[in-house]
């Protein structure tokens, strides 16, 4: 069975800290992404990677960065952390372009 | 936005009943993909259906696609009280998901 994790499931954090998600998948997957999920907006989507020291800009890239320098490993930054980066953050991981697994999310409060 | 959108945005049934979900996006697909959400929980995928495809089967899951009406449902039959979960229907690549239909089975 595919395995992605992500470090934390709950974390609190203080407006202004530089917070690190991070993102382990156990199943060999080119691409990984990472999804930020709100009341009444669903999911949307971050940033992504096909490949190792690759990434895209999703839709809401701004306030986020990412690193990518293992296959397995995802981590999504948040350099300045600001009230409204408080969500649930899931991360997912896929080998194609269809089936994507998730992790089990982070849900981020900031203070 | 290209944004799939999940009809109705919540549902109540009883156990036993059939629950049916609906989805519309915007462009044309190559695949859309129904997943599950437990409540605060990551989302697990369900099924996939092609766009050469009409109908698919899983267990008690019933996906239709009709692209010409750019629309997919979901149904998923004799529900139990285990089914309640939010459910979403995803497009794309990279994959973009709808809202979703918060369906609640009530024992």
């Known amino acids: 069975d595919v395995k992605v994790t992500q470090s934390s499931r709950y974390l609190v954090k203080r407006t202004g800290e530089k917070v690190f998600l991070e993102c382990v998948q156990d199943?060999?997957?080119?691409?990984m992404f990472w999804y930020r999920q709100d009341p009444g907006l669903g999911l949307r989507l971050i940033y992504f990677?096909?490949?190792?020291?690759?990434?895209e800009k999703g839709d809401i890239p701004e306030g986020y960065s990412v690193s990518r320098e293992k296959k397995e490993r995802f981590s999504l930054i948040l350099e300045s952390a600001s009230t409204n980066q408080t969500s649930m953050y899931l991360c997912?991981?896929?080998?194609?372009?269809?089936?994507?697994?998730f992790g089990p999310g982070t849900r981020l409060l900031v203070l | 936005s290209q944004q799939g959108e999940e009809d109705p945005q919540a549902l109540s049934i009883q156990e036993g009943e059939n629950a049916t979900m609906n989805c519309s996006y915007k462009?044309?697909?190559?695949?859309l993909q129904w997943y599950r959400q437990n409540s605060g929980r990551g989302l697990v995928h369900l099924i996939l259906?092609?766009?050469?495809?009409r109908e698919k089967h899983s267990g008690r899951l019933r996906v239709t696609l009709d692209t010409s009406k750019k629309s997919s449902s979901l149904l998923i039959t004799a529900s139990r009280a285990a089914d309640t979960a939010s459910y979403f229907c995803?497009?794309?690549?990279?994959?973009?998901f709808g809202k979703g239909t918060r369906l609640s089975v009530i024992a």
């Open positions: 199943m060999d997957h080119e691409n």
């Open positions: 990677s096909y490949d190792v020291k690759m990434k």
């Open positions: 995803a497009t794309y690549t990279p994959l973009v």
């Open positions: 259906i092609r766009s050469n495809e």
């Open positions: 997912a991981s896929s080998f194609d372009v269809e089936t994507q697994y």
């Open positions: 462009t044309s697909i190559n695949n």
